[in-house]
C-alpha cells in the first residue's frame, strides 16, 4: 500500500524501497522491533535515514546503510514524529477562512512547527492573477467550480496550536527534520523552497504559543483562551489519520460541543461519515466546515474545487 502511495505521489525511489523492505525479513524485523503504532510509519523510517545523512535513491543502498546504522537510526525514530507543515494548503484554506466572521483566533490542532497558523503572513495567486496580500512568499493555487476568491487576507487577532511534538520555526534542526520528510521527486525543490521561506517569516515574527499535548485534551482549554469578540477557529491539515477511528469520532463530537467553527482539511476516508466526502478526484482532500463539505483540495495545496 505504502508503495503505490509513493509511486502515485512521484516518489519512485521510495516506492522501491517500500517494496523492497517489505519483502526483507530482516529489515521488517528490525522494523517491529519499533513500539507500535506511528513508530512502524515508512514516511518516519525514510525521514530518519535521510535526517541522518544516508541514502534513499535506491533499496540496495539504503538497505545497507541502514543495517549498519540502525541504531541511530532508531534513536531518530524514537526522538522523531512523522510530522507536516505543507504552508501552501493556506492557499487552500484562506477562501474558506474568509468565509468566517473576523477577526479569527486560530487553533491548530497537529500544528508541528505552526507555519500554517500565519495564513495572513503570506501572499496568494490563484490561477495566476495578481497576488492577494503582501508577502516574500507568494502561494500559488489553481481553482474551479467557482471558488469565491477574497480581496485580502484574513484578519487573525490570536494564534495557538498543540502538538505531540511542537517544533520551532527558529531551529535549524527542527526545520531541517521537516525537510527531511518531503518526499524525493518533481516537486522536492519547490516544496523545501516554501517551507524554508515559510520558517524563516514565522521566525521572524516569533514563533506562535504550541502547547506539547493530546489534541483530544488540550483543544478545548485553548479554544477557551480566545479573546472575547474573536471567532475561535479550529483547523488541521492531514492530522486526523494519526488517531484511531474511535478517536476521531471523539474529536468530532467535541468539535460540536465547542464555540466558534471547525475547518477540516483531510483525506474523505479520516471522516467517512460527512455527507458528500468523497472527492471527485481520488487524490484530493476533502475541506469541510463544522462537518458539511464545502471544496476538494489538493493534497498540498497546489489546487482548490468548490463543492
Not at 92 to 119: D, Q
Not at 181 to 191: K, Q, S
Not at 251 to 258: D, Q, V, Y
Not at 276 to 299: I, K, Y
Request: charged content about 20%; proline content about 8%; aromatic content about 8%.
Amino acid at each position: 500500500m505504502f508503495a503505490d502511495h509513493y509511486e502515485a505521489g512521484g516518489a519512485a525511489s521510495y516506492a522501491e524501497i517500500a517494496r523492497g523492505l517489505a519483502g526483507d525479513d530482516d529489515m521488517v524485523g528490525s522494523v517491529l522491533s519499533l513500539p507500535e503504532g506511528n513508530k512502524r510509519q515508512p514516511n518516519l523510517l525514510l525521514g530518519a535515514v535521510r535526517f541522518l545523512g544516508g541514502p534513499v535513491e535506491g533499496w540496495a543502498g539504503f538497505r545497507a546503510w541502514a543495517v549498519e546504522h540502525w541504531d541511530a537510526v532508531r534513536e531518530v525514530v524514537l526522538e522523531r514524529m512523522t510530522q507536516t507543515n505543507e504552508v501552501r494548503r493556506c492557499a487552500a484554506l484562506l477562501p474558506v477562512l474568509a468565509t468566517l466572521p473576523g477577526p479569527l483566533g486560530l487553533v491548530e490542532v497537529g500544528s508541528s512547527a505552526g507555519l500554517c497558523l500565519y495564513p495572513d503572513r503570506y501572499a496568494y495567486s490563484y490561477d495566476g492573477a495578481d497576488p492577494v496580500g503582501e508577502s516574500p512568499l507568494v502561494l500559488e493555487c489553481s481553482t474551479s467550480g467557482g471558488v469565491p476568491v477574497p480581496g485580502r487576507v484574513v484578519e487573525v487577532a490570536w494564534r495557538a496550536g498543540v502538538d505531540l511534538n511542537p517544533l520551532n520555526a527558529a531551529d535549524a534542526g527542527d526545520v531541517r527534520w521537516l525537510e527531511c520528510l518531503i518526499w524525493p521527486g518533481v516537486n522536492e525543490a519547490a516544496r523545501r523552497e516554501r517551507l524554508r521561506a515559510a520558517a524563516s517569516l514565522v521566525a521572524a515574527a516569533g514563533p506562535p504559543p504550541i502547547v506539547a499535548g493530546d489534541l483530544l485534551e488540550t483543544v478545548a482549554d485553548l479554544v477557551s483562551q480566545v479573546p472575547e469578540g474573536v471567532t475561535p477557529v479550529v483547523f488541521h491539515g492531514a492530522v486526523l489519520a494519526y488517531l484511531s477511528p474511535a478517536e476521531r469520532e471523539r474529536f468530532a463530537a467535541l468539535m460540536g460541543e465547542l464555540p466558534g467553527h471547525w475547518v477540516s482539511y483531510e483525506g474523505w476516508r479520516v471522516l467517512p461519515w460527512i455527507e458528500g466526502a468523497r472527492p471527485p478526484e481520488p487524490t484530493h482532500f476533502t475541506v469541510a466546515v463544522d462537518g458539511r463539505v464545502v471544496a476538494w483540495a489538493g493534497e498540498h495545496g497546489q489546487s482548490l474545487t468548490w463543492a
